[in-house]
């Protein structure tokens, strides 16, 4: 194909009859086949046989920042990692029971994965605390509707996660912002708010925070959890990238257990295409109100997208690719540093990187001039709760899947930050 000699639309031989060609065995010309096939090479047309395939065009020149997604891997064969996962949950479940209904929560064995998959946070924890959910976004949407009543507030940081404000709206429940310093939530001031709103929740995201990538320490994690006890409160830690980070604290569910009520998603450590989070709820009742509330619009997890995420956590294969996205998110996060010199705010870590404009810039300007030159990124405004909000913009490193599209994207980025905005 590279010399020509093979066409576009060419036709290729049978899988065996290649075999005996070149005298190799089948199963290295199958994933040979399946291998091209992959990098786009070639086009499987069923009965018809395997054609070269034609060049295949780039419909979006955008260059996108603005979705935290995890990196794909460099080490890691994610292909054959989900062939290989498949195959097992085909093997070892009954296909009838994959393609029913069922109690939402998940299975004995997802929770006995979910236990194994929070246990860094915690240690050892009993299966039944743990509800198996279709992604953290719908736990949080549960939690809402379990926990509170229309017309009750909930306090957040004033930067948050735009999900939390998408749910409470839908739920009739308002959000509103409690001061923060360079630490996250202060204490003093959840505690004012908690006097002047009476709240039914709090909602937190302490580990590399989505947008500002603050990272609560041990110490303020343990006072927010004794306002927590003294006041009644009830949290929710939502804590995508603890597993990501960099020797993080212990979440603020171990200093307050009964209080907290602790979500740790695969879609931020693993691929947004497993649509699991692990809920952590002690509380047998309060267990049962949140899988009441969770039944009314999510009955439960694809079964097959559950037993693959059990797979892969029960035989290693998620610990492999986590560490994967791990090391990938570290090199991008040095050739964000590199190219973005002192404007750089992260932390080495996780998914993304939050970036204070120079005064000449506004984010929302920033973004409307980057997305005309082919860049997506989210302005600081997205996140605002109140309308205030730093004149920044947040970027993401995992979007873009090849690292030499992700540096042509940020050298475009710092190009754009050096020079002023037209008038």
């Known amino acids: 194909m590279e010399d020509g000699v093979l066409k576009p639309g060419d036709r290729l031989p049978p899988q065996r009859r290649l075999a005996a060609l070149l005298d190799v065995d089948l199963t290295t010309v199958t994933r040979a086949y399946d291998e091209a096939r992959r990098r786009n090479l070639l086009q499987g047309r069923g009965a018809r046989g395997t054609y070269v395939a034609a060049p295949k065009a780039e419909l979006s020149a955008v260059l996108d920042l603005s979705m935290n997604i995890p990196p794909h891997p460099d080490n890691v064969d994610f292909d054959d990692l989900l062939k290989q996962g498949l195959a097992q949950v085909l093997m070892r479940a009954d296909t009838g029971l994959l393609m029913t209904y069922h109690l939402g929560g998940g299975s004995i064995t997802d929770r006995e994965a979910g236990a194994k998959w929070i246990e860094p946070m915690f240690g050892s924890v009993p299966p039944e605390h743990v509800v198996v959910c279709p992604g953290a976004q719908a736990a949080i949407a549960a939690l809402i509707f379990a926990l509170t009543e229309p017309g009750d507030v909930i306090l957040a940081e004033p930067t948050v996660y735009p999900g939390l404000r998408t749910a409470a709206t839908q739920f009739g429940r308002s959000i509103v912002p409690v001061s923060t310093d360079k ?43 004794v306002v927590a006890k003294r006041c009644g409160l009830r949290i929710v830690e939502d804590d995508p990238y603890w597993l990501l980070a960099e020797s993080p604290p212990p979440p603020i569910a171990t200093f307050a257990p009964e209080h907290v009520y602790y979500i740790s998603t695969l879609s931020k450590c693993l691929t947004p295409g497993l649509r699991v989070a692990f809920v952590l709820v002690r509380d047998p009742l309060e267990r049962e109100r949140f899988l009441v509330a969770l039944r009314s619009f999510a009955l439960m997890v694809s079964s097959l997208t559950a037993a693959l995420a059990t797979q892969w956590i029960l035989d290693g294969s998620a610990d492999k690719l986590m560490a994967g996205v791990r090391d990938e998110a570290r090199v991008r996060h040095k050739m964000a540093r590199d190219i973005l010199s002192g404007r750089y705010e992260g932390a080495g870590d996780g998914l993304h990187v939050w970036i204070e404009l120079p005064a000449y810039w506004q984010s929302h300007q920033l973004a409307r001039v980057a997305e005309k030159e082919g860049l997506a990124v989210m302005p600081a405004e997205a996140f605002s709760l109140n309308g205030e909000f730093d004149n920044a913009i947040r970027i993401s490193l995992g979007s873009i899947k090849d690292r030499q599209r992700l540096h042509a994207a940020l050298k475009r980025l710092s190009q754009l930050l050096a020079r002023r905005p037209d008038a």
């Open 183 to 225: 630490h996250g939530m202060l204490p003093q001031a959840l505690e004012e708010a908690v006097r002047q709103h009476a709240p039914r929740l709090v909602y937190l995201n302490p580990t590399l925070q989505n947008p500002t990538v603050v990272t609560m320490p041990g110490k303020r994690r343990k006072e927010l959890a």
